[in-house]
Each structure stands twice: as structure tokens, then as C-alpha cells.
């Protein structure tokens, strides 16, 4: 737990020194997987040398990549936006013109924490920080993330009943999660996990369509009144209560 709290609580200064993936993701520069494949193309330098995978470095020392000078956070930020359909969850500005980096003009370099779909709408949170993306997208931790939807045709029990128990999709059966009935075409779905457009899948399974999906929260960030289009800074109290269940869901699991 104590490794935990200090990870969240950004204390990682205490530390001698952390992996450079690691590094460059808490910095906000990219993730860990894209930092290993920038270090082993050659491109990452430290104090001027060619760095290897596994690198550790410090405080103190000089990271770079293609020349430019990698720092950590002075501030973080973290920012929920409801993302309108249409829009797709990617920093890559070249190859998608509706790309939501260029949809939020944010002035400090950003990106989405997870995904969600181009046709879906709702709740999606933005960061500069690295380890607040590995928290909440660690699939092993449970954390909740809940949705509106409306499907095509009238909603049964024994609808509400599979797609609450679990159902094969994509090679696995997603885990048992909370749905409820909102109307006749609409519920609400609680998940715990992310599988890849996992909502319209598992409607598909039972020969229903998906019309409209809404994410309305991620853990205890929930969208509210937000506009479409319009985004918010993440509250002081929002935010410590995050870090509190960061360390309550790794307690729970590891007991």
C-alpha cells in the first residue's frame, strides 16, 4: 500500500531513480509501450548517451528524445470532456483530422485516458500524467466505469439477465456486471473492464443494436451537466477521492 499511496501521490523524488519508460510516461510524453519502442529504435538519450531497455535514471539526469529536452510535470492536469460522437480518442493529429487532441485545443500537451468509440459520446478524461492513466486503466483493479444506452428494439428481462452474467464476446466472457432498465429501450451498464467496444458487442450477442451510448462515469468523475462538447477541470476533492480508491481497490484485491 505505502508503494502505492507515494506512486499516486507523485512522490517518486523520494525515490533514487525509476525506469525510463516510466519516466517519460509520468511526464506526459507518451506511454510505456511507445516509450520501450522509442528506446529500442535509438531515439531516447540520457546525458547524452543511447538509452537500453530497462534504463533507470534520476532526478538529476538528462533525458531527451529526438532532441528535445523531457521534463516531469511541474503540474498536472487532469480535465473531463464530453466527448460529442464523432470524435476519435487519438493523439495522432496527422493521420485523423477528427482526432480529440485538435478537438480540445488544449494549451499544455495532453491525452485521453482509455478510449471511447468515434460513434460514442460521454465522459472521457484527459492528463498530462502518466501514472494516473496506469491507476484507472489497470484492468486487475475493477475500476467502475458506467454508461447509458438505447438499442433498437424493446429491452426483455431475459435480455437484462445475460448481459448482467456475463457473455462471450471477443474470445473471453466479459465479467458479471450491474444493468438496469431504465425504459423500454434504455438501461444503464456498470463495467469493470474495457474490452474493445465491449457495450456493442455484447448487445450484438443477443441480436440487439446499439443506437445511442453515453459514458457517465469513471470511478467517482461523473458527467453531470457538462455539455457536450464543453470540458472541466477534475475538483481537489474529486481527485483525492480517486487516490483513495486507487489504494482501496489494490488493498481489496491483493487480500
Known amino acids: ?36 519502442r522509442l528506446i529500442e529504435a535509438g531515439k531516447v538519450l540520457v546525458d547524452g548517451r543511447p538509452a537500453e531497455l530497462g534504463t533507470r535514471v534520476t532526478a538529476d539526469q538528462r533525458v531527451e528524445v529526438g532532441g528535445k529536452l523531457i521534463r516531469q510535470n511541474d503540474r498536472m492536469v487532469l480535465i473531463a470532456l464530453n466527448k460529442p460522437r464523432g470524435i476519435v480518442c487519438t493523439t495522432d493529429r496527422k493521420r485523423e483530422k477528427n482526432n480529440i487532441i485538435d478537438f480540445i485545443n488544449y494549451p499544455e500537451r495532453i491525452y485521453p485516458v482509455g478510449r471511447l468509440d468515434k ?44 448481459m448482467s452474467e456475463g457473455v462471450p464476446i471477443l474470445n473471453t466472457v466479459t465479467r458479471p456486471c450491474v444493468v438496469r432498465r431504465r425504459d423500454d429501450y434504455t438501461f444503464s ?24 451510448l453515453k459514458r457517465i462515469r469513471v470511478m467517482n468523475i461523473r458527467l453531470g451537466s457538462l455539455k457536450t462538447g464543453q470540458w472541466r477541470n477534475v475538483t481537489a476533492e474529486e481527485l483525492e477521492e480517486l487516490k483513495r480508491l486507487f489504494i482501496e481497490n489494490n488493498i481489496s484485491k491483493n487480500n
Open 119 to 162: 460513434d460514442s459520446e460521454g465522459l472521457i478524461l484527459l492528463t498530462n500524467d502518466g501514472s494516473i492513466v496506469n491507476h484507472i486503466l489497470k484492468a486487475s483493479q475493477y475500476h467502475e466505469k458506467e454508461y447509458i444506452v438505447r438499442v433498437n428494439r424493446k429491452i426483455t428481462d431475459a435480455f437484462i439477465k445475460g
Open 189 to 212: 451498464i456498470i463495467l469493470t473492464q474495457g474490452l474493445n467496444r465491449q457495450i456493442r458487442h455484447m448487445c450484438e450477442y443477443f441480436e440487439y443494436r446499439v443506437v445511442r
Open 1 to 36: 500500500m505505502n508503494g502505492l499511496k507515494k506512486d499516486i501521490l507523485h512522490e517518486n523524488a523520494d525515490k533514487k531513480d525509476i525506469r525510463l519508460n516510466r519516466f517519460l510516461s509520468d511526464a506526459g510524453f507518451c506511454s510505456r509501450r511507445e516509450a520501450d
